[in-house]
């Protein structure tokens, strides 16, 4: 197993994710490694996550100093105003973050896939992959994807992964997909601020 004094910097600002029951967070966080398998988590933004967070939830946590890891903290113990966590595993898999639900952010998506034309809300995303919602199902082909969010179009490569009552997941084979993300977990983290 991995040690957290190897994997974080002492006093760092990670990104990650809460996965508290049926809902997921984005949430940023200073580390303190304490040993072989404890950290201490503080200076959580959005500060008003802090009163959610109950012994045994998850933080996904975001390392991408060397290679871009993922590490599942798990919540051993609240202090006031951080966090004691245990690192459960680290993986370089991006299928185990948790999928954020943005429906209530108005992200619109308009797929062409093989000359059929849809379009839809974004209901949830991950770092991989999104589902839309769709009046019609989707065979698995490959679609261009253009998002239109806060004025602006953005367009991936992407590959229809399933489609079922009106959602069509898509995996986003597109490097450039990883900052469009980043740009709505930004958005969403301030969000989650005004609203907590």
Known sequence: ?????????????????????????PLT??????????LRLKYIFPAGLLH?????????AL????????????????????????????TKDRRKL????????????????????????????SVTSLAVSSPQAVENVTCTLTILY???KFRFNSRVMKSYNHKVVLS??????????SRVYSDLLLKVQRST
């Open 1 to 25: 197993m991995t040690k957290p004094i190897e994997l974080f910097r002492p006093g760092k600002r990670y990104r990650g994710f809460l996965q508290e029951e049926e809902d997921t967070f």
């Open 98 to 125: 948790p999928r954020i639900r943005v429906e209530n952010m108005d992200i619109k998506a308009e797929l062409e896939c093989e000359g059929k034309s849809l379009e839809g809300k974004v209901l949830d995303l």
């Open 172 to 181: 986003v084979e597109d490097g450039s997909f990883t900052s469009f993300v």
């Open 63 to 90: 390392i991408e100093d060397r290679d871009f890891m993922i590490a599942e903290l798990r919540i051993v113990e609240k202090e006031k105003g951080a966090l004691l966590a245990s690192l459960d595993f680290v």
């Open 150 to 152: 806060r004025g602006r």
């Open 52 to 60: 959610k967070i109950r012994e045994g939830y998850v933080i996904f």
């Open 29 to 38: 966080f200073n580390v303190y490694p304490l040993g072989d398998k404890n």
